[in-house]
């Protein structure tokens, strides 16, 4: 089996990364404009939000398994951006969950708990495209609504780096697992990433 890669190095060697405040044609439009206000709230702010970059990609690669496969990424350095959704009393409650593509979120507890339903489900596509205003397969963190609670693992937050969607499926951002545990409603979560049984 071949060795695993680096996305940081194997995608900017092969297609080239560019700053992402400064080529935000490549990004969805809600990407684009949390991009810009993690820039404009604060100094720390302003220099996570410089760090993210983003790289055009064939969008038939644009699932993270796909994409793994195809370049060979280590999954442990992309992140998955799954929306989770329930009911309690007629309310819908949504989460938008980032875990390591080695892990799955766990769902059925940790998530369950967090957002307090009695049953929590993966949001269906067509709704989690209309919803987030993002492109199915390039959903990410950045961007999504601020009603959404915004759940990241404790070990996607810890990365130096993390290849995640950019709204659009054709590019992908790399940024600091620090710029998501910065977004504004964010909570670092330990235990949400779990590895497969």
Not at 57 to 84: F, K, M, W
Not at 104 to 115: G, P, Q, R
Request: charged share 20%; net charge negative; proline share 6%.
């Amino acid at each position: 089996m071949s060795e695993l890669r680096d996305p940081a190095a194997v995608l900017g060697e092969e297609l080239g990364w560019r700053a992402a405040l400064e080529c935000t044609d490549l990004l969805g439009a809600p990407v684009a404009a949390a991009l810009k206000a993690l820039e404009a709230s604060s100094p720390h702010g302003a220099e996570l939000a410089r760090q993210a970059q983003v790289v055009r990609i064939d969008p038939q690669y644009s699932d993270t398994d796909a994409l793994n496969e195809h370049y060979r990424l280590d999954p442990a350095a992309t992140g998955n951006c799954v929306l989770v959704a329930g009911k309690r009393t007629g309310e819908q409650k949504i989460a938008a969950c980032v875990v390591r593509a080695t892990d799955f979120a766990d769902v059925n507890h940790v998530v369950k708990k967090l957002i307090d339903v009695r049953k929590a489900s993966f949001l269906p596509m067509e709704q989690a495209v209309e919803m987030s205003g993002m492109e199915y397969g390039g959903i990410t963190p950045v961007g999504v609504p601020s009603t959404w609670r915004l759940l990241i693992d404790a070990g996607a937050a810890a990365r130096s780096t993390v290849l995640i969607g950019s709204g659009v499926r054709h590019s992908k951002l790399l940024v600091p697992g620090a710029l998501l545990a910065a977004l504004p409603t964010a909570e670092v979560i330990e235990g949400l990433g779990m590895a497969p049984a």
